[in-house]
């Protein structure tokens, strides 16, 4: 009886384990590359760019001068995405020259529109909240 209890124990245990890891949400790391080509969303060719807990699903976007960016929270966590990028595991806030000013506090699954982007060049965003949490925006 002692070793069936404890059978039992194990296998509950073991469902318990496999449910928590395979929950709606959960972060997994699809095989897919980190294109620099831009994601469009059906309604107005947006260029978009999805977050999910901890990271930009793609780490470079490129766009067209004055176009703009949809951030995508796909799960509900806190984002706050600013000028700047992550340097050795620290924040370091900056404004390349001709960016547009980005202070974006995203609370939950939703969306932001940034820009427009009116210079050519290569800027730099980064998630406050979240270390390494960075996107490059290529304008072209």
Known sequence: MKHILQTL????????????CSREGAVSTPSRSNSAKAN???????????????RFLQQTIAI?????????DD??????IANGSW???????????????IEVKLSGQGSHQIGPFSTAGTFHLYCTVHQGMGLTVIVH
């Open 87 to 101: 340097k050795d595991g620290l924040p370091k806030y900056g404004q390349e020259p001709g960016a547009p000013n």
């Open 40 to 54: 469009t969303s059906a309604l107005g060719q947006q260029p978009t760019v999805h977050m999910d807990a901890d």
């Open 64 to 72: 067209k001068k004055g176009e703009s960016i949809t951030l995508i």
């Open 75 to 80: 799960v509900s966590t806190l984002h706050v």
């Open 9 to 20: 124990l194990a296998l509950s245990l073991l469902t318990l384990l496999i449910v928590a």
